[in-house]
């Protein structure tokens, strides 16, 4: 199972949210490439970023800090205010490895079905989801869509990766909803990453064993427990 540490990016600086509220923010290091060269030399092959900032006005904000990481040489899945087809053209052709659609895909199935015609896998849907309802916006809005069917929507669509984010747990160090990342997994054939509520080891140890009955269950992403303390870097990417 792949692991995917977090970096959310806003005002330039990698901070954590909690349950994604734009007030309740803990600042963890003034430049973000910081963090992604102490989780490269980690072992980490794939970056989570998030342009905070692109997530709550709706197109990219902090694409320098970005670049930033990529740079570094590590693969960079990035998510937030990516809503239009230029500006996925221009993550993708700086080197972002994967781009996160969430917002537009909860409006537009046409637009997410043209992006995975002409970028295939490198396309992935972000699923946030509040008491099973679709997010968007930067979690500022709740939609009446249902979380799963839009993941089989996407999936029928062709999107190869799905990122389920429950935000109940997100930012809480209250371990993984795992019912509903087992649901999710059991809906679609796409690759699912399971994204908030990660605290500690065994929260890892926890969604391995689910990948056992659910193949397709494929990473998790992990912030907070990084930032505090509470899963140290050598014992997620262990040395051979």
């Known amino acids: 199972m792949t692991i995917y540490p977090a970096i959310d990016i806003k005002g330039g600086r990698a901070v954590r949210l909690i349950q994604g509220l734009a ?9 973000p490439a910081d963090m992604a060269v102490q989780f490269k030399a980690a072992g980490a092959q794939w970056i989570h970023v998030v342009d905070l900032d692109g997530a709550f006005a709706g197109e990219p904000a902090n694409l320098e800090a970005v670049k930033a990481i990529v740079a570094l040489g590590v693969k960079v899945q990035l998510g937030g205010g990516l809503r239009t087809r230029a500006s996925v053209e221009r ?12 917002t537009r895909a909860a409006e537009s ?12 896998n490198r396309i992935a849907v972000g699923i946030d989801a509040k008491d099973g309802k679709v ?13 799963l069917d839009l993941a089989r929507r996407m999936d029928a669509l062709g999107v190869a990766t799905l990122i389920h984010t429950d935000i109940g747990t997100d930012g809480m160090l ?17 690759n699912l990453i399971a ?37 140290e870097l050598k014992d997620l990417f262990p040395r051979k």
């Open 91 to 102: 993550a993708l052709g700086f080197g972002v490895s994967r781009v996160v659609i969430g």
């Open 195 to 231: 994204s908030g509520g990660v605290s500690r080891l065994t929260d890892v140890a926890v969604l391995a064993d689910l990948k056992k009955r659910r193949p397709n269950l494929d990473g998790v992403i992990i912030g907070k427990a990084i930032y505090e303390g509470r899963i």
């Open 109 to 120: 199935e046409a637009f997410v079905g043209e992006l995975v015609q002409a970028f295939g």
């Open 135 to 147: 997010a968007v916006k930067g979690w500022v809005d709740t939609t009446g869509a249902g979380a």
């Open 23 to 31: 007030d309740r923010e803990t600042v963890y290091a003034a430049n």
């Open 174 to 190: 209250t371990g993984p909803n795992l019912p509903a990342q087992d649901a999710m997994a059991a809906a679609v054939k796409a």
